[in-house]
């Protein structure tokens, strides 16, 4: 009988803590709605002390963000290349103040990959242009966030887990925390430490993409009623560690074609300092191969001659994975409501066309901390005033910039030389194209069976062989989970939750090959000789390996896989990336 997780041993309470804004994750859009918040207070009580406006002081307020990471920037992963537009704004002095940026953009460069050759595009197109913007560790710039937070006396909680959204009739009025110290089978352990109850004024959802909360709250509010489903890109990098001198930092270099076969997407390379390339790749969900492996494509990669040639003498020194929205301006939620708000890519805030969401993300938080501010004042979260938020993405960058490239992805997935008429024409016209609202197709949908995509030569086919490790510039996956450094308790609930084995075993091995032992960039999943059905395959699930990626709730073809939050302080270690 399995033991129901929100059960309390006898004689232990949660605690209960009234905070005035909460926010749900402590990424760049989270960091930022708190820093934002902080700043209209600061300068609310300054114009009331100063006479230049009525009012009361607010006196001690109290601003939490709960991070499930282990620290901030834990399990912070991006490309990246910062359009520095809202740290401008919201930090004028980010320089001054020792920002942590690795390289400002001095070359852009885009190539077309065939098998053996590259091609340079004569000129780099609009999209691509990054000059005078920065290369940049996400890990590292939301550490530093965090510190100009807690420097305007904003608590940062990190290891706690939302697991939980609490409402009173259909207004969201807090989160509850998971517990910690639970056994596998969820029995508590002698250092079990009950979550809390965070009852707050408002509360903002930052998580990131396919944030787990915020998937509940959307679906009991119905928040994405006529809007087109949430589609996603899964994307892998490395930092490639060179020999001294032979790295001129500040260069941005998109690939398209090689190594992938069956799949769109693309690749990007940038150079920092220390002698270190990022090379990575980015792969659309909605591919119809069941054999997809962006690991293995990133390794792929470095067999190219031209990818070889620039990587010669290095060594990988660190790794990682994670999904982002594709699905852009007609695949947002409805962004408020009684009681809350969802910025950044829990919302699908990224220009995919640009491969740019961070700046989207640190607008929107603080456009929500803009009216945390009417909420305090008014002391009222009704929906009503919660509007402002969504009239202020509407009247911002952010709208600007994804409605100009609403229909991009949904043309693109058709194919990269298919699609470029139609995506001239969306250039031209604005971002509409022939048509307007293009439909997506939901990424769990669009797999087909190997034989399908393959014919008979499936898993036996040289695209989809592994290059051979050498524990230097080639790893298997198994030792590209080690660079992330990621930790869960080995004796706590398995967060990866299976809904019918019997399909993993009887369908989706037989016909599709188990996709999840493919696109999952961290070896979670493998399947294992069936005990009770012999010549079968069951599925074991790894779930200490977990990255928090999220591809298997994203990508599984029979949408069994269930991603929810371990216990809090579980997950990657990141730090360069």
């Known amino acids: 009988m399995a033991i129901n997780l929100d059960q309390l041993p006898e004689g232990v309470t949660r605690e209960t803590m009234d905070v005035d804004a909460l926010i749900v994750g402590g990424g760049a859009a989270g960091l930022s709605c708190a820093l934002q918040v902080a700043k209209n207070i600061k300068k609310h009580n300054e114009d009331v002390q100063s006479g230049l406006k009525t009012g009361s002081v607010i006196q001690d307020p109290m601003i939490v963000v709960l991070e499930k990471g282990s620290e901030i920037g834990a399990h912070s992963f991006s490309g990246a290349v910062l359009d520095p537009k809202s740290l401008k704004e919201l930090i004028p002095d980010f320089l001054e103040k020792n920002c942590p940026l690795d390289s400002e953009v001095k070359e852009d460069a885009v190539y077309y990959l065939s098998e053996q050759s590259a091609f340079k595009l004569p000129i780099t197109p609009p999209p691509f242009h990054n000059k005078g913007k920065y290369i940049v560790s996400l890990s590292q710039l939301n550490r530093w966030l965090a510190t100009q937070c807690e420097a305007e006396g904003i608590n940062i909680f990190p290891g706690f887990a939302a697991v939980e959204a609490l409402y009173e009739g259909n207004k969201l009025v807090g989160v509850r925390t998971g517990d910690k110290g639970r056994d596998k089978s969820g029995t508590p352990k002698a250092n079990f430490e009950p979550g809390l109850i965070l009852k707050s004024k408002i509360t903002i959802f930052a998580e990131g993409t396919r944030g787990s909360l915020f998937k509940s709250v959307q679906t009991k509010l119905n928040l994405r009623e006529g809007k087109n489903p949430e589609v996603f890109e899964e994307g892998v990098k490395e930092i490639i560690q060179m020999p001294p001198g032979t790295v001129r930092p500040g260069q941005v270099i998109h690939t398209l074609g090689f190594p992938l076969h069956k799949s769109i997407g693309g690749t990007f390379i940038y150079t920092i300092p220390g002698d270190k390339i990022i090379l990575g790749l980015v792969a659309y969900l909605d591919s119809k191969d069941p054999l997809l492996d962006p690991h293995r494509e990133l390794q792929?990669?470095?067999?190219?001659?031209?990818?070889?040639?620039?990587?010669?003498?290095?060594?990988?020194?660190?790794?990682?994975?994670?999904?982002?929205?594709?699905?852009?301006?007609?695949?947002?939620?409805?962004?408020?409501?009684?009681?809350?708000m969802v910025c950044g890519d829990s919302a699908s805030m990224v220009d995919v066309?640009?491969?740019?969401?961070?700046?989207?993300?640190?607008?929107?938080?603080?456009?929500?901390g803009d009216v945390v501010m009417d909420v305090l004042l008014k002391s009222d979260s009704s929906e009503l005033v919660t509007?402002?938020?969504?009239?202020?993405?509407?009247?911002?960058?952010i709208k600007k910039e994804l409605y100009r490239v609403r229909n991009f992805h949904q043309t693109l997935s058709m194919g990269v030389f298919k699609s470029l008429p139609f995506i001239a024409l969306q250039e031209i016209s604005g971002g509409r194209g022939l048509f307007d609202k293009m439909t997506s197709h939901e990424d769990a949908k669009t797999t087909k069976k190997v034989h399908e995509i393959w014919g008979s030569e499936g898993l036996s086919a040289k695209e989809v062989q592994l290059p051979k490790p050498d524990s230097e510039l080639f790893h298997d996956k198994l030792s590209s989970v080690y660079l992330t450094g990621t930790m869960h308790d080995e004796n706590s609930p398995n967060h990866l939750l299976l809904k019918n084995g019997d399909i993993c075993r009887s369908v989706c091995e037989p016909q599709y090959k188990s996709p999840c032992?493919?696109?999952?960039?961290?070896?979670?999943?493998?399947?294992?000789?069936?005990?009770?059905?012999?010549?079968?395959?069951?599925?074991?699930?790894?779930?200490?390996?977990?990255i928090h990626c999220k591809t298997c709730d994203i990508k599984c073809p029979f949408e069994n896989i269930d991603w929810t939050v371990p216990e809090g302080g579980g997950g990657p270690q990141y730090r360069e990336t």
Not at 353 to 368: D, E, N, V, W
Not at 387 to 397: G, M, N, R
Not at 517 to 538: I, L, N, R, S
Request: glycine share 12%; net charge positive.
């Open 387 to 397: 509007a402002a938020y969504t009239e202020k993405v509407h009247s911002s960058f």
């Open 517 to 546: 032992t493919h696109f999952c960039p961290a070896k979670v999943y493998e399947m294992v000789p069936a005990t009770a059905h012999p010549g079968q395959w069951d599925l074991n699930i790894n779930y200490t390996n977990c």
């Open 353 to 368: 066309q640009k491969l740019k969401g961070i700046h989207l993300a640190m607008q929107s938080g603080m456009r929500a």
């Open 300 to 340: 792929r990669l470095k067999t190219h001659p031209f990818i070889a040639e620039m990587l010669k003498g290095g060594k990988v020194v660190a790794y990682g994975g994670k999904t982002l929205p594709a699905g852009g301006w007609y695949s947002m939620p409805k962004l408020n409501g009684d009681g809350w």
